[in-house]
């Protein structure tokens, strides 16, 4: 067996071993050609498992939340996998750090498993590896995943916006929820999550949003509105009731379907981009450029000639 078989590493995964799972989860970081083999072996296994994104401003409240939620999930039984992408989360290389620690309660619980992940250093990075990952979780049976991650920034509107069910965590006073309108995270949500519900102005937020909301048009779905006191556990199975039936109703109205086939395609487009750039690097580092880049430079043919020239003749 090689030192990372991807095969034998998922069914050993699969038998809940989760050295196996993280060994996985680190093959899909580092992207090349084990990720793909991975990616051939978990597309279109079995169930897929449900995605709810987490995002917001650090320091939100997003892993307390989010550890309350798993909370929820594992009341009824079921597993749930966490991908932390937030850099402020208190994980690190999917260790569970010091005092931070706010899943702690669930460090020992084989039904959950936590996983920070890092960039795979390269165009397309996270918005790839993420989903990557996901499926990877999928094909060894969780059926939730938790993806939290800072609501700032494109790539991570990008990774969270794959989810199913987007959750925005905000917190009482002036300027949140304008904050996120700027983010791009008021077209993406299915939930806000007022935290820190326990401090001014929770009311004033919760009126923005209103007045947000009123101002955007909704085809089927209005976000609700739920406030939490994470630390406190308060709110908290609301919030998780508003995720539940917003599953319902993505199902019901096969919405859900259309938005996980968007999904897909969207990701097919990344791939696609990726190596055509990954392609051009090639071509330009190539020695046999060398002639046809002094052939432009002494003027005998101009850049869009060579680059077409360039395009026939790449075969693969
Ligand atoms: N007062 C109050 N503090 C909270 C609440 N939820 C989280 N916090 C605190 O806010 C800080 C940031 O929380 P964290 O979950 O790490 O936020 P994240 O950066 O969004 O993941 C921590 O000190 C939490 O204890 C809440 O509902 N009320
Ligand atoms: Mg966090």
């Known amino acids: 067996m090689k030192a990372y078989d991807p095969e034998q590493l998922l069914a050993q995964a699969k038998q809940s071993n989760r050295v196996a799972l993280a060994k996985l989860l680190s093959i899909v970081e580092r992207g090349g050609p084990p990720a793909r083999e991975?990616?051939?072996?978990?597309w279109g296994r079995g169930e897929s498992a449900y995605l709810v994104g987490i995002t917001g401003s650090p320091g939100a409240g997003k892993s307390t939340l989010t550890d309350r939620l798993i909370s929820q999930v594992r009341a009824k039984s079921r597993e749930v996998a966490v991908i932390?992408?937030?850099?402020?989360?208190p994980f690190s290389g999917g260790a569970i750090l010091g005092d931070r620690v706010r899943?702690?309660?669930?460090?020992?619980?084989?039904?959950?498993?936590?996983r920070s992940m890092a960039t795979r250093g390269h165009l397309g990075g996270l918005a790839l590896a993420v989903p990557d990952a996901t499926r990877v979780l999928s094909a060894v049976g969780f059926p939730y995943v938790f993806i939290e991650t800072v609501g700032v920034g494109q790539v991570e509107v990008e990774v969270v916006g794959a989810a199913d069910t987007i959750v925005v965590v905000l917190t009482p006073g002036w300027g949140d929820a304008i904050q996120a309108n700027k983010a791009g995270l008021m077209e993406v949500a299915d939930l806000f999550v007022i935290n820190k519900a326990d401090r001014e102005g929770a009311r004033e937020t919760?009126?923005?949003l209103e007045l947000m909301l009123e101002m955007s048009r909704f085809e089927g779905w209005v976000p609700p509105i739920v406030e939490t006191v994470a630390t406190e556990g308060k709110g908290i199975e609301e919030a998780f009731e508003?995720?539940?039936?917003?599953?319902?109703?993505?199902?019901?109205?096969?919405v859900g379907q259309k938005k996980r086939e968007a999904r897909i395609l969207e990701e097919l487009t990344r791939i696609v981009r990726a190596e055509v750039y990954r392609k051009v690097d090639q071509l330009i580092s190539d020695p046999s450029f060398e002639a046809r880049k002094a052939e432009m430079m002494r003027g005998?043919?101009?850049?869009?000639?060579?680059?077409?020239?360039l395009l026939r003749l790449e075969g693969d």
């Open 84 to 89: 932390a992408i937030d850099p402020t989360s």
């Open 300 to 309: 005998e043919i101009d850049p869009y000639s060579l680059a077409s020239d």
């Open 242 to 254: 508003a995720i539940e039936s917003h599953r319902q109703y993505l199902e019901r109205s096969g």
């Open 206 to 208: 919760r009126r923005d």
């Open 103 to 114: 899943m702690q309660e669930h460090a020992t619980d084989s039904g959950v498993f936590i």
């Open 38 to 42: 991975l990616a051939r072996l978990t």
